[in-house]
């Protein structure tokens, strides 16, 4: 009797601790579950808080930049030589990638996917968008002799659907039918945005602004869905290493167009011959949007890119109101409202 008894015990002192080690095993497996969960979470947060803050940036920086031009130009002529000015702006942007590089060394130290050196396989593929980002610039000013701001804004809206279509063909990402109605709806919004009730027409714009609007349409779409393409290809590679071998192309590029077109001018005048302070602010302009423009493509895609700039569109429209009193008319109005649903149908349209 007592050794049934005693034995009885042991059983029940036995399971007794194969239920507390399932119950702390169930414990630790829910904790590691919660863990990873809110690891999940946090990198999650993480990310679109970083989406948000470089693409609220490029759209800032993006709706001053035709202002910056306009302004910058004397008697409706730019005293400058715009080939210089692009050539600052590439250095400038690749001085500070590479002051962003240095930073990083000195407090992560260098590691194979932020070092400097590399492979003619990775570099051989920048010259092209450097190429193309480069014939861009250049009529982004040219542009200006043909059509004024709000014309402008109108036919830079071309690259929208430049974009999405060049999205599919090169990156191979579909879209869905409720993506391209948004992109037919950011259009009409953004045009819609910029009628002027006060004249019969709706553009007062040359062929060859035409022509030049379209060639700045393909050239930025193709150049911006290629340039993601490139970043995107290894993720895991510094995005201000990518960078610099982009812009020291571009720099490259900008040199022989100084040769080029403006070298009398340049070895008569003086490199900085013309410049103004609404210049230099012009040049820091465009550098940051350069970088903000590589931010949006590493850490978000060039869809996103396209929505910044078009929402750009309708914020330097409001800060014209205290700059030069533009007139909010309900064309103004009726606009924004369509950018805003085609904005959520994008969102809401994607593929999953």
Known sequence: MEYRKIKDEDDHDVASDVESLKGKSHTVASSNIALATLGVGSSERTNWKRKGVVTCALTILTSSQAILIVWSKRAGKYEYSVTTANFLVETLKCALSLLALTRIWKNEGVTDDNR?????????????????????????????????????????????????????????????????????????????????????????????????????ALLSGFAGVYTEAIIKKRPSRNI???????????????????????????????????????TVLMILNHALSGIAVSMVMKYADNIVKVYSTSVAMLLTAV??????????SLAFFLGSTVVSVSVYLHSAGKLR
Not at 179 to 200: H, M, P, R
Not at 249 to 277: C, E, L, P, R, T
Not at 319 to 328: A, E, K, T
Request: charged fraction near 10%; charge should be positive; hydrophobic fraction near 50%.
């Open 116 to 216: 400097l050196s590399t492979t003619y396989d990775e570099v051989k593929v920048f010259p092209i968008p450097a190429a193309l980002y480069l014939f861009k610039n250049l009529l982004q000013y040219y542009i200006f002799a043909y059509v004024d701001a709000p014309g402008y804004q109108i036919l830079k809206n071309l690259n929208i659907i430049s974009t999405g279509v060049l999205y599919r063909i090169i990156l191979k990402k579909k879209l869905s039918e409720i993506q391209w109605a948004g992109f037919i709806l950011l259009c009409c919004g953004c045009t819609t945005a910029q009628l002027n009730s006060n004249s019969d027409r709706v553009l007062q714009t040359s062929l060859p602004g035409w022509i030049m609007a379209i060639v700045m």
């Open 240 to 278: 201000n290493v990518q960078n610099f071998w982009l812009y020291v192309f571009g720099m490259a590029f900008n040199a022989i167009a100084i040769v080029i077109q403006d070298f009398d001018a340049v070895a008569n005048k003086g490199f900085f011959h013309g410049y103004s302070f609404i």
């Open 319 to 328: 800060v014209s109101v205290f700059l030069f009193n533009f007139h909010l």
